[in-house]
């Protein structure tokens, strides 16, 4: 997947926990089943939701699994799953899921946002464009700037650096204090070899990024293309602190021996 979805979570968690627990785990899953059965579809999204935040990812499956047998009609459970799957790299279940979502209200707007990243992880780019550009025509979206980064994030990934930054620039002015947008409008910048604003970018994105050493080489990689050589061997210097031993730590290295 690409750096921007790579967002995995360990599965199933539970077995061994019912392990630990011995025998009395049946009657504890079989009375939670009993609670999960009587709750409506907003309560088992937010049940969903905290057990996949608490990293039980199989939990929470099971959970909108069960939802959707229950409420088959529920856009709620089925657009939440449609995100689980995508999120867990079920891009397959994720496009179904999403489709029978706006089958059932095409008017449900996030599942278009939602659809489009699956698509763009599938390489169809062309339908991932018209998903996210069907997400900005509802006016009443709440967070146009996610989208707006997810265009300019597609946009990049097919050498449309004019159009990539056009987005980006978008998301910005939409929510100045969108560090990510800020970040990746940086790094479109680099490639451009406009280091003068990408070094202010990246700026601008640092509270968000100290501790990545990624972001500290490429920061210190645009500051040894604009001459500022002591600005650059500080973040170079970073990489080496929060990122021991990485291929960004041995190459910072490397870049430092030049030009201290």
């Not at 529920?74 to 891009?91: C, D, P």
């Not at 169809?124 to 989208?147: C, F, G, I, M, Q």
């Not at 050493?213 to 973040?235: C, D, I, Q, S, T």
Request: with cysteine; aromatic share 10%; glycine share 8%.
């Amino acid at each position: 997947m690409t750096k921007w979805t790579q967002v995995f979570f360990a599965v199933m968690l539970l077995p061994g926990l019912m392990l630990a627990v011995g025998c009395g785990a049946d009657s504890v899953r079989k009375e939670a089943d009993k609670t999960v059965q009587g709750m409506d579809p907003e309560s088992k999204v937010r049940l969903a939701r905290s057990y996949f935040n608490g990293g039980k990812t199989g939990e929470a499956m099971r959970v909108l699994e069960d939802g959707m047998k229950e409420y088959p009609e529920s856009v709620l459970i089925r657009n939440y799953y449609g995100q689980l799957s995508f999120l867990t790299g079920n891009l397959e279940m994720a496009e179904a899921a999403l489709l029978e979502v706006l089958r059932l209200n095409p008017f449900m707007t996030d599942a278009h946002n939602t659809l489009g990243a699956v698509y763009q992880e599938m390489g169809r780019y062309n339908e991932a464009e018209k998903e996210y550009r069907l997400t900005l025509e509802d006016h009443s979206y709440s967070t146009p700037e996610k989208v707006y980064l997810n265009l300019g994030l597609l946009f990049k990934t097919q050498e449309r650096m004019e159009e990539a930054i056009s987005m980006l620039r978008r998301a910005v002015e939409t929510d100045p204090e969108y560090l990510q947008a800020h970040y990746e409008l940086a790094g479109a910048l680099e490639k451009i070899e406009n280091f003068r604003e990408a070094a202010r970018e990246y700026g601008v994105a640092e509270p968000a990024y100290r501790k990545s050493g990624e972001f500290h080489y490429r920061y210190g990689v645009v500051h040894m293309k604009l001459g500022n050589n002591l600005e650059a061997a500080e973040h170079f210097r970073k990489v080496i602190d929060v990122a021991p031993g990485s291929e960004n730590s041995a190459k910072a290295d490397k870049l430092l021996e030049l030009i201290e």
